[in-house]
């Protein structure tokens, strides 16, 4: 890049235009701080001048930048840093602002200067970072080629001052499937589930499950709830007799079953397959005990209890109230089964 004079001018302040994918967006909960910068600026003037930088769009959508742009009509300023403070200034009524331009910087360089500017002053949240990193990582691209992934996380945390692990939790935003980012871009699920949900289980299947389980529910479930479950994702990742449409239905009806806990409600679908689930992990837990010292008449009667409590899941149709078809197919030992009494 080469080197360019800095000169701060007045700029009108109706032809600055507010940029939509910055880092921070979320103004109406950074209002009272917005409010006091307004209140400060009113009495005591701006301290500090905003940088812009100018640029045209044309009609067939070409964007124009640099000096060529600051000769255009149409020239319009695109705000690196002090978006605060024109907001500030638009609140008051000033007419101008004083104002840096900078006429020679990639439109990776401005980027740049904006992560590294509004990172470090209010907060920004990971929601806001996700939209962020997009165009950022497509103007990384264009000027870098083929890159290595380390290297861009960590020029996002020499921009930023936040760390790698963050932006993985925030990337996992950007991996996640539409629906979910949609609710969480609306705040309806905490910005950090898509990362934990990664974290638990590699299986698309059963993260899909455990997906539709957050996207479902009436109230917000916490963020790490995922980890509750993570014992049990691995026991079905090992199975290899489940379908994929039956593993993401199974982790839905484990972690719904996890989140609902001590709840005094009724399932209104049968959930056939997380019954079958517990019951098979209660074999798995006998089977760890040491049965050495046991009778085979005994552990025949271990045997048979823990074939009861798979009829009491499947056969009685009991549990919650619920009612199964007559002949639900296989036992706990995956033997077929006569009909079941009714």
């Not at 070409?62 to 149409?74: Q, R, V």
């Not at 837990?285 to 005994?298: F, I, P, Y």
């Not at 009667?301 to 056969?315: A, D, P, S």
Request: hydrophobic residues 35%; charged residues 30%.
């Amino acid at each position: 890049m080469r080197k360019e004079e800095r000169i701060i001018v007045k700029i009108n302040v109706k032809d600055v235009v507010q940029d939509t994918a910055q880092p921070r967006q979320d103004w109406d909960n950074n209002e009272k701080a917005l409010l006091s910068l307004s209140e400060d600026i009113k009495e005591k003037g701006m301290y500090y001048p905003i940088i812009v930088s100018p640029f045209v769009k044309t009609n067939s959508n070409e964007l124009i930048l640099g000096d060529m742009a600051t000769k255009h009509d149409d020239r319009k300023w695109w705000i690196l840093d002090g978006e605060r403070r024109w907001l500030s200034a638009v609140k008051l009524g000033h007419e101008t602002i004083d104002a840096m331009v900078r006429t020679n910087l990639t439109m990776l360089e401005m980027l740049e200067i904006q992560f590294a500017s509004n990172t470090k002053r209010l907060s920004v949240t990971v929601t806001e970072m996700s939209k962020a990193i997009i165009r950022y990582r497509d103007e990384y691209r264009k000027e870098h080629g083929k890159y290595n992934e380390v290297d861009f996380i960590n020029s996002l945390c020499s921009l930023t001052g936040l760390s790698a692990t963050y932006f993985k939790n925030v990337e996992a935003i950007n991996r996640a499937d539409d629906d979910m980012k949609k609710s969480v871009f609306a705040y309806e699920v905490g910005g950090y589930a898509p990362s934990e949900i990664e974290k638990v289980t590699k299986d698309e299947d059963l993260r899909r499950g455990i997906t539709d389980a957050y996207l479902e529910s009436k109230r917000q479930i916490g963020a790490n709830a995922p980890r509750a479950i993570k014992y049990d994702l691995k026991v079905i990742e090992a199975e290899d007799s489940l379908k994929p449409d039956e593993k993401r239905l199974l982790a839905k009806q484990i972690f719904n079953d996890f989140i609902n806990q001590g709840k005094r409600t009724r399932d209104t679908e049968p959930h056939f397959l997380l019954y079958k689930q517990k019951a098979m992990k209660f074999l798995r837990e006998v089977q760890h005990w040491n049965l050495n010292g046991l009778k085979t008449k005994e552990v025949a009667t271990l045997v048979g209890l823990i074939e009861n409590v798979h009829t009491y899941f499947k056969e009685e149709r009991r549990l919650n109230g619920q009612m199964f078809s007559s002949n639900m197919g296989e036992n706990i030992f995956g033997k077929a089964t006569g009909k079941s009494r009714g």
